[in-house]
């Protein structure tokens, strides 16, 4: 960023740091290594519940390669272009351990990711209430069921989820799990198909 | 998006290109990705989580993101009986 009187300057283009794999175009997240300086980058692929993880550092980035959880992933009606659905998030607490959430299509899945090891584990598969649509025009549809987008509450405790035209709310300090949820909001203005695919929270 | 600690934006980028505070795209930073793959998306992604950058060392940072090569494009993805296979490239 010091180059062209701060304008920056882009060194080095187009270095593969994994190539041949069938990775979701979307579903990227980083977070700061335990050490306080590095980072993890972590990479969902897309036809399975299977992560990469790369440790970065100043120096060069070192690929962990992959973990596979057994659990069959549903990319929806049309496995290339819904591809673009669902995001992963980890939360937001200063802890070693931080809970890791990815929502895909219609799965949502939960692990404890180590900021120290860059290991995943407790994998756990969460399942999102299925509310109705509740558009006129999505009569073909009529079950809101492709989760979208995902968001921690500031604190971490609260995990928020939007589909087409819902958001929910779940509680992570709930221990029961079937009153965990908590509806916060529908479509209620002029629908607009971008809103729950592109739009993310 | 990256800000000083004013919250200024330093860069910014939509995935394929990166551009400066006044949205000019800097020095190298247009196309990051192969050409072909650049069109066929047109040239820009609207998802999210598809490239993310991190400050790295003071005044450098490493945008990562998902891409395609023009090969791979042609020879799997345009091709209906084929998988897709989107690699990450490192800027």
Redesign the interface.
């Known amino acids: 960023m010091k180059a062209n009187n701060g304008a920056g300057k882009v060194i080095e283009r187009m270095k593969p740091i994994v190539q041949g794999e069938y990775l979701s175009k979307t579903q990227m997240m980083a977070c700061k290594h335990a050490n306080g300086q590095d980072w993890w980058l972590l990479k969902m692929m897309h036809d399975s519940v299977s992560v990469y993880t790369f440790l970065i550092t100043k120096d060069s980035v070192y690929n962990f390669g992959k973990q596979s959880f057994p659990y069959p992933r549903k990319t929806g009606v049309n496995n290339g272009y819904w591809e673009i659905m669902g995001q992963i998030q980890l939360s937001p607490d200063g802890k070693n351990l931080r809970l890791l959430v990815i929502i895909c299509t219609m799965s949502c899945f939960w692990l404890i990711f180590d900021r120290c090891t860059g290991k995943l584990s407790n994998m756990q598969k969460k399942n999102i209430p299925i509310l109705p649509t509740n558009f006129p025009a999505s009569a073909n549809e009529p079950d809101d069921k492709y989760s979208t987008g995902l968001s921690f509450s500031p604190n971490g405790r609260f995990i928020y989820t939007v589909n087409y035209t819902n958001i929910q709310q779940y509680d992570t300090w709930d221990p029961d799990s079937s009153t965990a949820w908590f509806h916060v909001a529908n479509m209620d203005t002029v629908y607009d198909y971008l809103w729950g695919t592109l739009c993310h929270i | 998006m990256i800000c000083d600690s004013s919250g200024n934006m ?2 910014c980028s939509d995935g394929y290109n ?1 551009y ?2 006044n949205l ?1 795209y ?4 247009y196309r ?3 050409s072909i793959f650049y069109d066929f998306e047109d040239g820009w ?8 950058i ?1 400050p ?2 003071s ?4 945008m ?1 993101h ?2 395609c090569s023009d090969t791979t494009l042609n020879n799997v993805w345009l091709v209906p009986s084929k ?9």
């Open positions: 330093l860069i990166i400066d505070k000019n800097i020095d190298g930073g990051l990705v192969d992604s609207g998802y999210s989580q598809t490239s993310i991190l790295i060392d005044g450098i940072y490493y990562f998902a891409s998988k897709r296979h989107p690699l990450i490239g490192c800027t």
